[in-house]
């Protein structure tokens, strides 16, 4: 039978590698986010790839309106999603407490937590009528541990580990999985999006390291995804070699040298 899944924040990432493996294992993908040409480019790309069906809705997670809209007109086109991957967040700026930049404050928050849960509120009740489903919420190495001048980004991912457990208690009646994967380190557009632009302090956040690359976050999703029904990872925490948790890591160049 078709199967279906829903990304948000498939224009870049974790969520455009989810999307694309899916497509290429013939689920129908429904690709989200805000920019509507690269959801176009993707659209084609997958379907030219994969010949699966694809529908894309550009629309911004922190507008409860435009949540709704778009599932409501999703609805119209498909009546079963199979998986909901809540991936659509960022981290804005890096900075103590009291000089914090309350917008990006604002932004994190209606992004991480807001977001998640708008669209997380249209899509669990008609998994809920249909019986099945499996919720994805990716969280992160910064919602276990917290760091330094990262506050704010960590309690939206604090955040999302509790959301993750209360939805998985909630949703428990009608069998309907939830798994929270929080990788660390991974190269994406995540440091440029923090940096607001700055290209060459985003690279140097992996300078010197192997990151996760958003392949890993995509296999790990489908892996979660392909066991059996009575299988529920409830948290899944994932690093690079040189990684440890959100506070510890080395560089590539320190690990120890094997002994000849
Ligand atoms: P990217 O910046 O590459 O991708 C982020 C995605 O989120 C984009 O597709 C973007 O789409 C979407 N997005 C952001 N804001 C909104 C919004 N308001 N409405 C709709 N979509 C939005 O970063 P990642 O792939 O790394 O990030 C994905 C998730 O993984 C995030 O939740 C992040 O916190 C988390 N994470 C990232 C880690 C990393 O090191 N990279 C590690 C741990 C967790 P668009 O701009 O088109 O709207
Ligand atoms: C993203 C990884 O270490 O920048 O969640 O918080 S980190």
Redesign the pocket.
């Known amino acids: 039978m078709e199967k279906s899944i829903l990304v ?9 590698a989810t999307a694309t493996l899916f497509a290429k294992h013939g689920y129908t993908v429904v690709i ?4 509507a040409d ?1 959801l176009q480019d993707l659209e084609k790309e997958l379907i030219e790839k994969y010949g699966c069906k694809v529908i894309a809705l550009a ?4 507008v409860k309106k435009q949540v709704e809209h778009a599932i409501a007109e999703l609805k119209k086109q498909l009546t079963v999603i199979d998986i909901l991957v809540n ?5 804005a700026g890096l900075s103590t407490i009291d000089e914090g930049d309350t917008e990006d404050w604002d932004t994190m928050i209606d ?2 937590i807001k ?1 998640l849960l708008y669209v997380t509120r249209q899509v669990a009740p008609m998994m809920k009528k249909q019986g099945h489903g499996y919720i994805f919420n ?5 919602g276990k541990i917290v760091y330094k001048n990262g506050n704010v980004y960590c309690a939206t ?1 604090y955040a999302v580990d509790a959301l993750t457990q209360g939805m998985r208690i909630d949703l428990l009646p009608y069998g309907i999985r939830v798994t929270s994967i ?9 440091a440029v ?1 923090r940096f607001k632009g700055d290209v060459q302090r985003a690279k140097s956040v992996y300078d010197d390291v192997h ?1 996760l690359n ?1 392949n890993d976050i995509a296999d790990l999703i489908w892996y979660c995804a392909n066991l059996p029904a009575r299988v529920c990872v409830n948290d899944l925490t994932v690093t690079c070699l040189t990684q440890a948790n959100s506070v510890y890591s080395i560089k590539d160049s320190d690990r120890a040298k094997p002994v000849a």
């Open positions: 948000t924040g498939a224009t870049s990432g974790f969520g455009k989200t986010g805000r920019r690269r629309f911004d997670v922190r991936n659509a967040g960022l981290a992004t991480n977001g990716i969280g992160s190495t910064a991912k929080n990788p660390g380190m991974a190269e994406t557009e995540f999006v990151p958003p």
